[in-house]
């Protein structure tokens, strides 16, 4: 069983950037790693995908302001936003699966609020 634990959101004005981190209880090493994001109302988002490897992909809305990197020495997944518009508004959770066997992991969230 993996425990994660998602921080680093909060409020910020249109333009800013926050960083959220994603913390692992265990090793995420043949972990894929991903954030999704879910606004009131809306379905939950994949945003980013960060694999084994350490190749990266991006939802189309927000390639070129969004960075997913990962740390495994240090159990932790990171999100670097960048310009952040009001859209980006929603609760961010980390999900880790693992990649040759069982194991579906999510966080509990962290809200990030960008304001106009």
């Known amino acids: 069983q993996v425990q994660l634990v998602e921080s680093g959101g909060g409020l910020v004005q249109a333009g800013g950037s926050l960083g959220l981190s994603c913390v692992a209880s265990g090793n995420i090493f043949g972990f894929r790693i991903q954030w999704y994001r879910q606004a009131p109302g809306e379905q939950r988002e994949l945003v980013a995908t960060?694999?084994?490897?350490?190749?990266?992909s991006y939802a189309d809305s927000v390639k070129g302001r969004f960075t997913i990197s990962r740390d495994n020495a240090k159990n932790t997944v990171y999100l670097q936003m960048n310009n952040l518009k009001p859209e980006d508004t929603a609760v961010y959770y980390c999900n880790a699966r693992k990649v040759d066997g069982p194991g579906d992991y999510w966080g509990q969230g962290t809200q990030v609020t960008v304001s106009s």
């Open positions: 960060i694999f084994t490897g350490g190749t990266t």
